[in-house]
């Protein structure tokens, strides 16, 4: 027990990182809160199935298809609809939900409630400790830590790095530095969704497809969000291990635990915004009136 | 000698001319109360009035948390919290203690006003898009809670058989539509106030705010209460209408609702949300199903799109939009008037 535990802890916190920091991403560069964030992460989870169920590509093939059409529909979707409103904040937000909810009731009506699966990437288990792990499992972790990684390496040691974080800082004075602010955003609206639909491509194989299935995570980096603080790498790879963790326990130990894994995350959440209102390692944005 | 009631009916002409029928979004909403109040002498179809019954309960809901998220400014992504807690003790003291509607009406307010404190306190620490983020998080709480004890809350089926407000839907219809009119009433005139002024400059600028010598942590916690208060008069009703009360009056879908419904009528003018929620869910449940054939699957997609393109137009919302086509405020004192008017129809100042 405490080997899944730790397995699909880690599983779900990497998960849980991967979209957390690609939300926090566009939070910080272009303020958009985008609700319609894990939307997309569904949207390339079906996308693969589509590809290899239903067209016949190769699942490795259709992978990369569905990563690049979703950040096509995600670029679109910001230049055509989000762009134009994002100055309205509250119109931001229902905006986005309408997004999502358009994926979700198209999604619906393509396939259905039921639930639909993909096959794994790399079948079998490995023996780690005497513990056999799903190879998915051990793929995804993988590919979490190594995509933690470049991004940290983006964002820390390039050029692109410098100036999405600058014009996360003060998009003004990053204007007047001769950095393109309009470009910056659409490059971070890319990478944050093609991030989300690499996550998605991690767990389609793992979870059961549905069409609401963006709605837990959702609630879940949110909280990551706030538990981390905003626009921190650290902090939100922190608080994903904390929530994922909890959630795991909590399955596991508690009695009725799968109504009550998202209520004890979340009531861990409040309880270090009680203690620490900018979250753990909260970054706070230059304050704007 | 002139008898009172002439004195009377002279003074609402007056009013009447003078202050609503002045100015066409004021005749409009006087138009679509008269209509609902009318209705059911035309269409007495059980589904319209069920529906219409329904879109006031949420038009309640939407307004309070245009009071709480629209003026005040601490956007709210967990309204369904008042709702659902307001429902639940309706449905539990209903159920197990056997009060009356008109017992668990102010109860159920009283005890979504403490939710609204419960969670404006922790809530006054945070900021803008934090608060909201943290507010999600209380009502799932909740919902998790409820699940996870099935034998006092139903569980996930939630629980059926509460009393009805009243056995006839007509009666229960000129119930609800009354109230739902009456408590706009009341939250339009509260946020026409000197503290609704108050709301407006801690959305504004809190710290100007404050250095102008306004209390910002009463005022906010002011916000929550009476937000709390108005939602769970709105859970009650809802409790007492429905068929069953289950988890999914706290679920995720609840608050985003309510904040779709808010932003698409125009935040910050009470009216907005109402109008907002009426129309919408009306739309969805009457319209598309009962005259335009729409299939049940397409529904919450062309609703969705429908929303998404209004807003690309209208991105300041449905109402807002049509206020600022008919009307102008006068520059010298503050008054609405027709767009058409070249002087204010008070001060006679020039209308630029």
């Known amino acids: 027990m405490t080997e899944a535990i730790i397995v699909n802890g880690l599983v779900a916190s990497g998960v849980y990182a991967l979209l957390a920091i690609g939300f926090s991403l566009i939070f910080g560069v272009a303020r958009i809160v985008n609700l319609a964030h894990t939307a997309f992460y569904m949207l390339s989870a079906y996308f693969i199935f589509t590809f290899s169920k239903s067209v016949g590509v190769p699942l490795l093939l259709s992978i990369a298809l569905s990563i690049v ?117 659409m490059i971070t609206m890319a990478i944050s969704v093609a991030v989300a639909a690499i996550a998605g491509a991690l767990i389609a194989p793992l979870f059961v497809l549905t069409p609401g299935m963006w709605t837990h995570p959702l609630v879940m980096i949110l909280a990551v969000v706030v538990l981390g603080g905003l626009g921190s790498l650290r902090g939100s790879l922190i608080g994903a291990l904390v929530l994922g963790f909890a959630e795991n326990l909590v399955v596991f130990l508690a009695p009725s635990g799968a109504f009550l894994k998202t209520s004890v995350a979340l009531t861990i959440m409040v309880i270090v915004i009680l203690i620490k209102p900018e979250g753990l390692f909260g970054i706070t944005f230059e304050e704007e009136r | 000698m002139i008898s009172l009631p002439v004195i009377y009916a002279t003074r609402i002409y007056q009013l009447l001319r003078g202050e609503v029928l002045i100015i066409p979004a004021r005749t409009l909403i006087l ?34 948390w245009d009071l709480l998220s629209g003026f005040t400014g601490q956007v709210s992504f967990g309204h369904a919290l008042f709702f659902g807690v307001s429902a639940y003790t309706a449905v539990l003291l209903n159920q197990n ?34 608060l909201s983020f943290a507010t999600l998080a209380f009502p799932l709480i909740l919902a998790g809670v409820v699940m996870a004890i099935p034998s006092v809350t139903g569980g996930e089926y939630g629980i059926s058989g509460m009393d009805r407000l009243s056995d006839s839907r007509m009666v229960t219809y000129y119930m609800v539509i009354p109230s739902m009119m009456i408590l706009g009433l009341i939250m339009w005139k509260i946020s026409d106030s000197k503290t609704g002024l108050i709301f407006h400059a801690i959305r504004e600028d809190e710290v100007t705010a404050r250095a102008s010598g306004i209390n910002t942590t009463r005022y906010k916690l002011l916000a929550f209460s009476l937000s709390g208060l108005f939602a769970g008069i709105a859970g009650v009703l809802f409790a007492h209408v429905m068929p069953t009360v289950g988890p999914s009056v706290l679920g995720l ?31 969805s449940e009457l319209v598309f199903t009962q005259y335009l054939h729409v299939p049940k699957e397409a529904k919450l997609l062309i609703l969705a799109c429908l929303v998404m393109l209004i807003l690309l137009f209208m991105p300041r919302g449905l109402t807002t939009w049509m206020r600022d086509k008919t009307e102008k405020i006068c520059p010298r004192c503050k008054l609405q008037n027709v767009a058409t008017r070249k002087t204010c129809r008070v001060c006679t100042a020039d209308l630029d």
């Not at chain 1, 509250?90 to 939900?97: D, E, G, N, P, Q």
């Open chain 1, 69 to 185: 059409v979703v950040t096509i529909i995600g670029i679109l979707s910001y230049r055509l609809v989000i762009a134009r409103i994002r100055q309205h904040e509250a119109t931001t937000l229902i905006v986005t939900i309408a997004l999502a909810i358009i994926m979700q009731e198209a999604l619906f009506i393509r396939y259905g409630g039921d639930p639909s699966s993909v096959p794994e990437l790399i079948s079998g288990t490995t023996e780690i400790l005497g513990v056999s792990v799903i190879n998915q499992k051990l793929l995804t972790m993988g590919v979490v830590v190594l995509l933690l990684l470049a991004s940290w390496a983006l964002l820390m040691k390039t050029r692109l790095g410098v100036a999405i974080r600058s014009t996360a800082q003060d998009r003004e004075v990053a204007n007047l530095m001769g950095i393109n602010v309009p470009r910056i955003e």
């Open chain 2, 253 to 283: 879908t609840r608050s985003f609702e309510v904040i779709i419904w808010a932003v698409f009528g125009g935040i910050a003018t009470i009216y907005g949300p109402m109008f907002g929620a009426l129309l919408l869910f009306s739309l």
């Open chain 2, 97 to 130: 203690i056997g009060l009356a509607p008109w017992a668990t009406v102010p109860i159920g307010a009283i005890a979504a006003v403490v939710a609204g404190l419960a969670i404006g306190v922790p809530c006054l620490r945070l900021r803008g898009t934090y």
């Open chain 2, 31 to 64: 138009i679509v109360c008269l209509v609902l109040l009318i209705l059911p002498a035309v269409i007495s179809q059980p589904l319209t009035l069920r529906v219409l019954i329904m879109a006031s309960i949420f038009a309640i809901l939407a307004a309070s």
